[in-house]
Structures are given as C-alpha cells and as structure tokens.
C-alpha cells in the first residue's frame, strides 16, 4: 500500500493475481494515462468475474456513492465501482488549473472537454449551478473567495452557456467526504472494490492521506511545459505507447519517424496512439514504419498550427503567417479560435512589456542565466503577477525578450485590431479569410514599427 509511479503498475498487477488486492485504488495525472493504468487494474481484478460500474465523477454525488459502495449485492464476482475524473480531491489550489484547461479547451474548441472542467470548478467552490448566468453573477471578489484565483476580467457569457447545455450537475454545500474516509478505513463489503480517476489532486486532503495509506495510489503525472527535461518525459511516454500499439499489431517503427510522429502531433497519448494506428493500416503488409510513411499521413495537430501563427508574427514573417493562416483555413479551423489565440498571445506580451517598464527591476537586454539568477527573482518579489510568473524561466525568458521591441501603446493598438476584426467576423458580409488576412498583415507591419526607448 502506498503511492507508486505509473511504471511501477506492474509490481502492483503482479500482487493481484497472487490475490493480494486492495479495495480502493487512485490513479492521478494525465487523463489517458489513468484510463488506462485503471484498465489494467480492472482487467487483473476481474479475472476470476465481475463488473465494473462506470460512473461520471463531474455529477457523481459523495453520499449516493457511499451508499453503493455499502449496498450489498446479489451480482457474481467483484463489483468495482469507477469514477472518472472524481473532483473529490480538489481544492482552491487547483482552482486556476481548471480554469485555464477550460478557456483552452474552449479555443481548442473541445467543448466537452471545456464543459467537464467549468462543472468541476463549481463543485470546487461549492456554487449552485441553476442559474443561468452562474459564471456572469460572480464578482471579483467574490470569485477569488470561491476559486482561489482572481477574476478573470472577460466577458465571461460562453461559460454560462456551456452549462446551460448540460444536466444541471447537484452541488452540495458540504459533501459527506468524512463518511467514505471513515468508509475506507473500516473496509468496504468482500466484494466491493473502488477505483478513482483524477487529472488534478491535492495531497495535503485527508482523503488522499487515507487512500494511501488503506488502498493503492499510481502516479500517472507527466510534466508540462516544454523544457528539455519535460520533453524528455513526455516523449519517453508516447514512444511506449506507440510502441506498445504497434507490437500489438507485430509491427515496427523507425527511430526517425518516431520522432517526426512526436513533432507533429505533441504530447497528446489519445492523438498520437489512433495516428500511430492510422499509419499502421496504411503501410498495410509492411512491418516497419518509415519517416516518409509518417510525413504522409500525420499532419500537424490545430494547436501547433495556432501557435505557429503567434510564432511567425512574432518573428516578423508576414508571409508565413499567410501560409499557416491558410492551412488553418482549409483544415476547418473557426475564424475566432484563431482571434482568441491572437488575443492571448498579444495580451502576455502586453502584461510583459508592462512589467519591463517598471523602475523596479529595470529591464534590459540580458542572458538567459541573468534573467533566471537575478531579474526574474527581483520581479516575483515585488509581488506583481505570481501567477504569470511560475512559468518555466527560460520560457518567460523568451516572452520577456518578445515584449521588449514593442511598446504598449503598439501592443494596445494590436488588442483594438484584434477587436475590429472579431466585430467584422461576427456581423459584416467580408469573407472571413480576407478580414483575417487584413488583421495579420496590418499587425505585421505594426509590429515592424520600432518601440520608442525609454529615457534613462
């Protein structure tokens, strides 16, 4: 019992079948990565028989789970209860994650996903979701209290209406955490086993405590981010997977062409395990697949192409620009998915420049290892932005050295660009291609404009 690393999993099966089980496992981390670690639990537990109960943890109620979890049954063999994506280990720590993956999938327009995240922040904040404008009534203040973030200061009526769209989700003011603590400490029914799947967790709850040291705990976590150590982590997980499918198959695949696979398609383990699929029916008889295999039939995901377009303005490469915009077009991607990625991206650079303006550190062109050793720190004591600022440092390095050949009043002549066009995609008769090739190359040559010194 205890707390064990995703690639521990197998010492973990190996006590199962030798009938040494527990009656309560946690998997926490990358949602796939759970699915899949609790599939292998699910599928050593019930060798001998059983059932497993799939149950939705964004709209699951704490007692109405108790009280299953205590019912005797009739039904043969183990009955396993699983909860995805529980929110039973949330707290205002993990608040501004949720929001954030929220406004992603949004723009991402993976609006499920968008919808699973806003019922979550509710039931974190213990907020009653019947009304209609439930985000909208929220204060400033008010929100703060609730979510443990400030207020994001934005028209907040999209999150009102993706969950006027769904069945009103019952938010209790206090949920019976305590009873299934005291529920998993004296033991469940013989035949009844609980399996618990969360993206986000905070360990310091008393029900995380309790699960690992009565049941089993597996790590599925992966680091965020892309700096050389995360990168390293996430490719070493897709390059299992991919392998793992491909084996399954009896099939290879080229060192070079895994790579090309990562690249393209990022870390997402859903994306990357049906494309390595997609690829593997193509080749047909073959049993390895080449880079040229993998050039032809995987095409860059949407967000990299998005975040292609930010990458090609700010390199001041109009042109670029044009042809990513295009190929954005043409693969279906929504006019104002690309205006919101713009905004954001705009927005960062605009919070940057501002903070480069200060007296306090003062900014100037510096290294990477200065930044990081002496600005950076100088600029979280001052308290401004903590959230922005917990980035990866060679991250903010890069934005901090995005922001300075612009000023704020360009920066803000950039936002009002942003809006006009957004207006024009809502209401005029203009193409929406022609508005949007308008926006790039008006912010291409705004951006050209050099950014007025400051005095010394």
């Not at 439930?134 to 209406?161: C, M, N, R, T, Y």
């Not at 693969?331 to 104002?336: A, K, N, Q, S």
């Amino acid at each position: 019992m205890g707390l064990h690393k995703r690639k521990e999993i197998g010492a973990l099966l190996d006590k199962i079948d030798q009938g040494d089980r527990c009656q309560v496992y946690l998997c926490f981390g990358e949602r796939y990565l759970c699915r899949q670690a609790a599939e292998k639990l699910e599928e050593r537990l019930l060798a001998n028989g059983g059932a497993v109960h799939n149950l939705d943890g964004a709209v699951e109620d704490t007692t109405r789970l108790l009280s299953r979890l205590r019912s005797l049954t009739l039904l043969p063999g183990l009955q396993i209860y699983r909860v995805m994506d529980t929110t039973l280990f949330h707290s205002r720590e993990v608040g501004e994650q949720l929001w954030l993956k929220a406004c992603k999938a949004r723009d991402d327009d993976k609006l499920r996903a968008a919808v699973r995240y806003l019922v979550s922040l509710l039931r974190l904040g213990s907020v009653d979701p019947q009304s209609a404008t439930v985000f909208s009534d929220i204060g400033p203040d008010q929100w703060s209290k609730l979510f443990g973030f400030p207020h994001p200061e934005e028209e907040l009526g999209w999150a009102d209406e993706l969950i006027s769209n769904i069945e009103r989700p019952s938010v209790a003011a206090k949920d019976p955490v305590e009873n299934l603590i005291s529920a998993i400490k004296e033991g469940l029914p013989p035949h009844h086993l609980l399996v618990l799947t969360a993206e986000h967790v905070d360990k310091r709850k008393k029900l995380f405590t309790a699960i690992k040291k009565h049941g089993e705990v597996i790590d599925c976590a992966i680091a965020e981010g892309s700096s050389r150590a995360a990168l390293q982590q996430q490719q070493e997980v897709i390059r299992e997977m991919v392998q793992t499918k491909l084996a399954r198959m009896n099939k290879t695949i080229e060192p070079a062409a895994l790579e090309l696979l990562f690249e393209r398609v990022g870390f997402h383990p859903v994306g990357a395990v049906l494309e390595t699929e997609k690829v593997a029916f193509y080749i047909d008889e073959r049993k390895r697949i080449t880079r040229a295999d993998v050039d032809l039939m995987v095409g860059r995901t949407r967000e990299d192409a998005i975040f292609e377009l930010s990458e090609a303005l700010a390199k001041e490469t109009p042109a670029r620009a044009m042809t990513v915009l295009d190929h954005l077009l043409s693969d279906g991607v929504h006019p104002l998915a690309i205006i919101a990625t713009l905004r954001n991206y705009l927005r960062r650079l605009l919070i940057f420049k501002s903070l480069q303006v200060r007296e306090r550190p003062r900014w100037s062109p510096m290294s990477s290892s200065d930044f990081q050793n002496n600005y950076l720190p100088a600029l979280k004591d001052t308290g401004v932005w903590p959230d922005l600022l917990k980035g990866h440092p060679y991250a903010l390095y890069l934005g901090f050295k995005k922001a300075a050949p612009q000023s704020p009043a360009t920066l803000k002549k950039s936002l009002g660009l942003l809006l006009e066009a957004e207006f024009k995609l809502k209401g005029s008769p203009v193409p929406d291609r022609i508005i949007l090739e308008e926006l790039l190359l008006s912010l291409a040559w705004l951006h050209q404009q050099p950014a007025t010194p400051r005095l010394p």
